[in-house]
């Protein structure tokens, strides 16, 4: 059953009242013919719409439309696809040349911006090493050298504070006995582990102690204390950035950090935030009086605060990064290691260079001796500690070098100066200077790695922290 006008099955088939013929039309497309002619399509005779019946049939399946029964027809439609085909891969291809193209801009604009970042940080450091070498004279630069500030000096209270404490720690020092109950030879050579804890602290830098609690931070900018009686973690502190150093004196915690900062925390709480260094501060200490903290930094400058106030009270600039630092044990001296090799001793009170030691290599660690006139040093890379003279000059001034067997990354001495502590990846030496034989010796050695080392309690626990966080307390067993 077939259309009359178009060929194929109608959808909707009707005849005409009229028609004698008995032709079956689409609806569709009669009702238009019928609107355009008004008439029968086969008998040419006037029709109206309302003379259609419609035509009941059953359902049948829609044949495939004659377009896709013959071979020209197909060949047809495959030309069709294969055109569309070919547009679309063009397209394609236009739009990947489009994104070579932005991805070349972008590529370029990284690349410069790259090159931009590289020139300033060369003319910053450049900036840095003539800021470094400038000489100061009557408030004025000599030579081309540029000119900058006078170099701070403390103001008159504090200098007042410095003379006191040195005056009464120099002259109790002489004669002041060993206490009756410290550690001795014997007890040392007998040091066994007697507790170990590993602290939520990956990559740790540093320790200190404070009466039974000692204190480490880390690389990660993880901080813990830990209790050395209970043998457990107390606290953790989220400094939040790389800790290079860390010190502990009353009820303050200080942290040098690789982002420039020197973070101050009490109560477990940060107190305040030190941000004079241009660079990452590499060191911290406290003046035996208590009331001056002071700071070294790849910036290559010292600075020193009060504790009080925490507002910078003078500064001075080195002629290369500064490593370390220490102050003397009497407090008219002030340390720094440098990156060159050499240590610069300058005075507390004008921060005036005082006297200079070589070391030969970037200078690691450095730690005064109670006695006050001895200073122990270890460069990096050095198997050695060099114990240098306060009260000599130039190459004289090393008088003893201890052979360690391992490179140094810690140093500590013992209250009376007797015992100088070292540690490093080869492990922890205690060496023994006798005074009355005027002789070292070296009661104590072991080879768990370690990155800093303090003394405990009346020098009878030695407490060492590793590089996984791994805190070890030595002592005597029982």
């Known amino acids: ?30 009702e238009k013919y019928i609107n355009e002619h008004g008439t029968d399509p086969s008998s040419g005779e006037a ?33 069709n696809e294969w055109d569309n085909l070919a547009l679309e891969t063009y397209n394609l291809r236009e739009e990947l040349a489009r994104t ?62 410095v003379d006191q404490i040195h005056q009464n720690l120099s002259k109790g020092r002489k004669k002041r006995p060993v206490p009756e109950d410290w550690v001795t030879s014997d007890e040392i050579s007998s040091f066994v582990v007697l507790a170990s804890n590993s602290l939520p602290v990956p990559q740790a830098t540093s320790i200190d102690v404070e009466g039974s609690y000692a204190a480490l931070g880390g690389w990660t900018g993880e901080a813990a204390v830990y209790s050395l009686d209970a043998d457990k973690l107390e606290r953790q502190l989220p400094v939040d950035e790389p800790i290079t150093d860390t ?46 903290l002071g700071s070294v930094g790849a910036d290559k400058s010292v600075v020193l605060y009060e504790v009080s106030t925490l507002k910078r009270v003078s500064r001075v600039f080195a002629d290369a990064s500064l490593t370390t630092s220490a102050f003397h044990p009497d407090g008219h001296l002030f340390a720094a290691g440098t990156v060159t090799g050499n240590i610069k001793l300058y005075m507390t009170k004008t921060l005036e260079q005082a006297a200079v030691f070589e070391l030969g290599a970037t200078v690691q660690v450095l730690a005064f001796s109670e006695n006050g006139f001895w200073l122990a040093a270890s460069a990096k890379g050095q ?9 000599k000059e130039g190459s004289a001034a090393a008088t003893k070098v201890l052979e360690t067997g391992g490179s140094v990354q810690s140093l500590a001495w013992d209250y009376t100066g007797q015992y100088l502590a070292t540690g490093g990846p080869s492990g922890v030496t205690v060496q023994r200077y006798a005074k009355s034989s005027k002789n070292w010796s070296e009661p104590f050695r072991n080879s768990a790695a370690v990155v800093s080392i303090k003394w405990g309690d009346c020098a009878k626990k030695l407490i060492a922290v590793n590089g996984d966080g791994v805190v070890n307390v030595l002592g005597v067993k029982g």
């Open 1 to 30: 059953m077939l259309c009359g006008i178009s060929g194929e099955a109608p959808q909707e088939p009707v005849i005409s009242k009229n028609a004698l013929l008995g032709v079956i039309y689409e609806k569709r497309l009669l």
């Open 47 to 79: 029709l109206s719409p309302e003379d259609l019946v419609i035509v009941r049939s059953s359902h049948i399946v829609r044949p495939r439309p004659p377009t896709l029964t013959s071979i020209p027809a197909l060949l047809a439609t495959f030309q």
């Open 100 to 161: 070579r193209e932005e991805l070349a801009t972008a590529l370029y604009q990284h690349d410069a911006a790259v090159r931009v970042i590289a020139r300033l940080s060369k003319e910053r450091d450049e900036a840095r090493e003539s800021l470094s070498k400038v000489t100061i004279s009557d408030g004025a630069a000599n030579g081309d050298e540029m000119v900058v500030d006078n170099v701070e000096v403390l103001p008159e209270t504090l200098a007042e504070h």
């Open 247 to 292: 010190l502990w004196r009353g009820t303050r915690l200080y942290f040098a950090t690789g982002q420039g900062n020197v973070k101050i925390y009490e109560s477990g709480n940060e107190a305040a935030t030190l941000t004079e260094h241009a660079g990452p501060v590499t060191s911290v200490s406290m003046h035996p009086g208590g009331e001056i």
């Open 383 to 391: 198997t050695t500690v060099t114990i240098f003279d306060l009260r």
